[in-house]
């Protein structure tokens, strides 16, 4: 088994996928969070390259593929990169459900146990992290599904790459 790519498949009700560091991200915003509180809280953690976040173009159940230490895809709908820290030696594949029980319940850690098989290895540095949406999700789902959904390459960071202010693909 090849231990630099991974294949996940994720729930998304709410049009949105996170990339976090679970030893790094602070989910707890507020029991009674509003959508600006929250927004603003992902734009900070964002900021600090705990987290990425990006909107998925609907709802759906999504398989993500994973390489560590090999170039994205050169075809594909659309893409984003961004940094990201690996404190703890491990990254987690969040939906917005994830971040929301975290942000509403102090005592809530990421990843919950339901979602371990969600997290992976990685080594602890600075990683560039291209995410690539690899068709067009507005596109009639009939005919062939391709796999994977979203290609997620991280490779490492060559510095002074800006922290993301805004999550991709979508209008916060």
């Known amino acids: 088994m090849n231990h630099n790519r991974h294949r996940f498949e994720q729930s998304d009700d709410s049009?949105?996928?996170?990339?976090?560091?679970?030893?790094?991200?602070?989910g707890f915003v507020a029991e009674n969070w509003t959508y600006d509180s929250i927004f603003e809280h992902f734009r900070k953690a964002m900021m600090r390259q705990s987290l990425l976040l990006w909107g998925t173009g609907r709802e759906d159940t999504w398989t993500v593929d994973v390489l560590i230490g090999e170039p994205a895809p050169p075809s594909g709908f659309r893409r984003a990169a961004g940094p990201i820290r690996v404190s703890g030696g491990r990254l987690y594949l969040a939906n917005y459900e994830a971040l929301t029980m975290a942000a509403q319940f102090p005592d809530t850690r990421l990843p919950e146990p339901h979602d371990l098989h969600l997290s992976f290895e990685v080594p602890a540095d600075d990683w560039h992290c291209e995410i690539v949406q690899m068709r067009d999700p507005d596109l009639d789902e009939e005919g062939e599904r391709i796999l994977p959904d979203?290609?997620?390459?991280?490779?490492?960071s060559s510095g002074g790459e800006h922290a993301w202010t805004q999550p991709a693909w979508h209008d916060a």
């Open 15 to 26: 049009g949105f996928l996170a990339l976090l560091d679970p030893d790094a991200y602070a």
């Open 150 to 156: 979203f290609v997620l390459a991280l490779t490492p």
